[in-house]
């Protein structure tokens, strides 16, 4: 059984840090492409930060400098670091692991980003 499970967020002030993880099991990370999404209240899920199978990084411009995406092969894990947070990135993040024939997403964390 594939198990994708999220944990690290939490209440932020604007300016602060957060670390996401996402630890898999049933699956080996780096034979997928691998992201973190997001999805706000009212609004529709979008793709924050992706990494392919060989290590090629994108992410949406609105994170660019500050967000930094990693995976970690021996622990079988990807982070998302998350700096300068503002306001606008308040929402569950997902992570996300998929192959041409496979889609998997993981349960959720919340962040919320206020003062």
């Known amino acids: 059984q594939v198990q994708l499970v999220e944990s690290g967020g939490g209440l932020v002030q604007p300016g602060g840090s957060l670390r996401l993880s996402c630890a898999a099991s049933g699956i080996i990370f780096s034979d997928y492409v691998t992201g973190w999404y997001r999805q706000a209240p009212g609004k529709q899920r979008e793709l924050v930060a992706i990494?392919?199978?060989?290590?090629?990084?994108n992410y949406v411009d609105s994170v660019k400098g500050r967000f930094t995406i990693s995976r970690d092969n021996a622990k079988n894990t990807v982070y998302l670091q998350m700096n300068s947070l503002k306001l606008e990135d308040t929402a569950v993040y997902y992570c996300?692991?998929?192959?041409?024939?496979?889609?998997?997403w993981g349960q959720g964390t919340q962040v919320t980003v206020s003062s």
């Open positions: 996300n692991a998929a192959t041409a024939a496979y889609n998997y």
């Open positions: 990494i392919t199978r060989f290590g090629s990084i």
